[in-house]
């Protein structure tokens, strides 16, 4: 018996996959981690007892638990990752816009002096 | 020293009001003058053009603390030898600056902060301010191991030697912390000299607000954290 969620997740992971594989073809190491994390998420999706299992021997009681903390680290790590590169990007642009700005400067204090 | 080899950085946004009358002020002391119009969508750049002081735009907004860097790597390139920064709205009274230049000089030092609250200042200030900027000095402190009296004061002089190794990279409000660091990294000497500020109706409207020092410590947190 397969549950409406169970579709829905399973959809979601194929589709983040393909889209993942799709932009970081360039090494076989992508594909392989890619895959495997698509496998772990299907496991973990049709077969929920085996996320308990791994949970009780980490020492979480639930395996639901086990992911939820999990995911929230991940995510607060993407955060971080993003942020840094955003950073980064301002800091290109704004040395973009300075170099510009100085090329094209004005300065008539000899002019009118 | 020639008096031209001072540049006095006037960073501006949308200072239609003001900027004319400060630059003028400014012009009878003989420094050189860079004004960064930091994409001001008012007269500003029309004005500033008119008068015998280099201007440099840019294309976009970044920020005041961007508008500084732009303006110290302009005078660097320029060959200054004693970089000033100026507050385009009129709060800072030129006659201060010969002041902090002649510190600087007199005692070889690299860095003077300008300060409203250092002995026999005359500053007039309202209380909340007083508290946010007590408040932030002590949190200065905390992050980059000096305590001034002020603790964000538009007025400063520097060396070459100063400007050269400071790169300010933070485009907002954050980078008066970012100047306290570098000075700090870089083993800068520096001091603080007291100044005036004139708190106009203008300069009231157009400065920060205190709940804006909020969004300024988020920004020193993420720096200390991402740099």
Known sequence: MINIIQVILSFGILLVGVYSYRRLRSSYLDAILIFGFVLIGLLFVFFPELSNKVAHFVGVSRGADMIFYISIVFFAFIVMKLYAKIRRLEATITDLVRKESINDASDNVSEKK | ?227
């Open chain 2, 1 to 227: 020293m020639k008096k031209t080899d001072v540049y006095i950085i006037v960073p501006a946004f949308n200072e239609e009001p003001v900027i004319g009358d400060t630059l003028k002020e400014l012009l009878l002391l003989d420094y050189s003058i860079v004004v960064i119009d930091d994409a001001s969508t008012d007269n500003t750049g029309n004005i500033v053009k008119k008068l015998p002081v280099a201007y440099v735009r840019h294309k976009v907004n970044l920020g005041q603390g961007a508008a500084i860097q732009t303006g110290i790597s302009y005078a660097l390139q320029k060959g200054a030898d004693y970089f000033v920064t100026f507050d385009a709205d009129g709060q800072h009274s030129p006659s201060d600056i010969a002041v902090l230049l002649q510190k600087l000089k007199n005692d070889s030092l690299d860095f003077i902060f300008g300060s409203r609250f250092a002995a026999d200042t005359k500053t007039e200030i309202r209380g909340s301010r007083k508290i946010v900027l007590q408040i932030a000095r002590y949190l200065n402190f905390l992050l980059t191991g000096i305590l001034l009296s002020d603790a964000h004061n538009g007025l400063r002089a520097f060396s070459k030697k100063a400007a050269e190794s400071i790169h300010i990279s933070e485009n907002r409000m954050a980078h008066a912390t970012e100047f306290l660091l570098l000075v700090k990294k870089n083993k800068l000497k520096y001091a603080e000299v007291p100044v005036q500020i004139r708190y106009t109706d203008y300069s009231k409207k157009k400065g920060q607000k205190n709940f804006h020092s909020f969004k300024v410590l988020q920004d020193i947190l993420l720096h200390k954290i991402f740099r």
